[in-house]
């Protein structure tokens, strides 16, 4: 009942950027705490960003610091993940998450998610 779709993603050159939202249907994004997560070819998932209910609270891998920005807008029911400078390594499916309550404000880990989006495939090459 409770969902989260992801869409935005897509192949895009290195350098360029790519907004991915997250929209939830079933249940009130407002109330969760957000993260994102990817997860490359071959590896586990990993968290990329989250932001806390309110939006007060923010996190970034040190891979995405100073490139990515997460916001969200809980009268539409979404969160949105702006990447900008786009590496090839940034390359895989990305997963929005929710969580009912992370214990450093956000989502950061994969124990503290509850709901898991279906993923959105980033592709970033030349």
């Known amino acids: 009942q409770l969902q989260l779709v992801e869409s935005g993603g897509g192949l895009v050159q290195p350098g360029g950027s790519l907004r991915l939202s997250c929209a939830a249907s079933?249940?009130?994004?407002?109330?969760?705490?957000i993260g994102w997560f990817r997860q490359a070819p071959g590896k586990e998932r990993k968290g990329v960003s989250c932001i806390s209910n309110s939006g007060d609270t923010t996190w970034f891998a040190s891979s995405v610091e100073g490139r990515f920005t997460i916001s969200r807008d809980n009268t539409k029911n979404t969160v949105y993940l702006q990447m900008n400078s786009l590496k090839p390594e940034d390359t895989a499916v990305y997963y929005c998450?929710?969580?009912?309550?992370?214990?450093?404000?956000?989502?950061?880990?994969?124990?503290?998610?509850?709901?898991w989006g279906k993923g959105t495939l980033v592709t970033v090459s030349s």
């Open positions: 998450a929710a969580s009912e309550g992370s214990y450093y404000g956000c989502p950061s880990n994969n124990y503290e998610v509850d709901y």
């Open positions: 079933g249940f009130t994004l407002g109330r969760y705490d």
